[in-house]
DNA sequence: ATGCATGTGATACACATGTACCATGCGAAT
DNA sequence: ATTCGCATGGTACATGTGTATCACATGCAT
């Protein structure tokens, strides 16, 4: 019943479990034997594979950040025009479809944990949003030489400002306080003051 | 050694040792024990002002609603002109002191339970972004009428894009990713171009 | 003085958790 | 055929958790 499995479908099958239950039930609610079961499979192999649930929480957390960057690539293909890439970077990462809902929760149920133990998962996730923010600052940058945005806009202040509001938007959704299309209405509201009216999405 | 003692007095002390450690090394690890050991108090007290724990991690929550609160109101005393009380009902939720650090830190222990527990935490917190936000398009609909900011302006959406962006700053701050001043800067940045160059703080 | 409610202490209980340990089946190399 | 390492199952152990229970002291009303 053995024979040479393949270890990184295994350890997969695990993380995925685990972010499973991150996102319906909690961090909190993710034990080992919570994940084995989600998993199918037994306590002993969650352990043999990911031998410390320090070990289980990082790589989980790993494949989360593929799969948003993933979906963030995804989208960004589809867009042609400065503004539309914008747009994709921002909108991606709101909560209107249930994969980006499950990734925002995931995230969120993570961010907690970030915040004790910065030490611990900090240093892997942390870069990230700095990269973002930076990719979004060319783009802007690009938009804004392109003519699409007036000259004297400070494109830094704009992509810090509308990454932090669709953070800020992303957990009001969460919160129930809107839904996802309101979220989105009120950044392409802020797009469209950003960008000077012509060509756009 | 008994005689009538301060109830309110007692479960204060009881709730805010939760709110330290909550604050300090995230909800998680405030156990009933925990709470007793940093009250000061035997694990029979706790139990005995706050039957269950559930009980006191609302009562605790409640009272950090109430610091938070007291906060603004103390800052939007402060104020005088109408951008005056935007800036302070912006920027007092900026992690930019220790005590805005602390009462933000502490929200976000709490996010997590929410968007789980929805039922038990949210229906006593959730009223309470609906209810600021309102008060924001208020005052920026004052201050849009007394000439401060254009009439073509939608309030309504600079007021939902503000707030969410003064909680994603924050969540920025509390990662590591800028530090309060930089958040601040940003917030200012974009006020500036929503008001109208004139007076303001 | 007695009894009862209030405030406080110590401890027990049942359960969940992360991890460690022992056992077994199976393929491959010797 | 034996041996060895990989993959897996089962289970034990120590600890931490929320809650319940028993015990005792003190103040107030009778």
Redesign the interface.
């Known amino acids: 019943m053995t024979g040479k499995v393949d270890h990184e479908k295994r350890r997969r099958q695990i993380a995925e479990a685990l972010l499973r239950i991150a996102d319906t039930?909690?961090?909190?609610?993710a034990s080992m034997r919570a994940v084995a079961t989600e998993a199918g499979v037994s306590l002993r192999l969650v352990q043999y594979y990911f031998t410390t649930k320090e070990g289980l929480l990082l790589d989980a957390f790993a494949r989360l950040g593929t799969q948003l960057q993933a979906r963030m690539q995804r989208w960004i293909g589809e867009a042609r025009a400065p503004r539309e890439v914008v747009t994709a970077i921002l909108s991606c990462i709101l909560p209107t479809d249930a994969e980006s809902r499950r990734i925002t929760?995931t995230y969120?149920?993570y961010?907690?944990?970030?915040?004790?133990d910065?030490e611990a998962i900090?240093k892997h996730g942390?870069s990230q949003?700095?990269l973002l923010e930076s990719f979004l600052v060319k783009q802007l940058r690009a938009a804004r030489e392109a003519g699409e945005i007036a000259p004297e806009r400070?494109v830094e202040?704009a992509a810090?400002?509308l990454?932090?509001?669709?953070?800020?938007?992303g957990?009001?959704v969460?919160?129930?306080?809107?839904d996802g299309e309101a979220?989105l209405?009120?950044?392409t509201?802020?797009l469209d003051e950003l960008f000077l009216p012509s060509a756009g999405g």
């Open positions: 039930e909690g961090l909190q609610s929760r969120t149920a961010y907690t944990l970030v915040l004790t910065a900090g942390v949003p700095d400070d202040m810090a400002g990454l932090a509001m669709v953070n800020g938007l957990q009001s969460l919160g129930g306080q809107r979220a209405a009120i950044l509201h802020h």
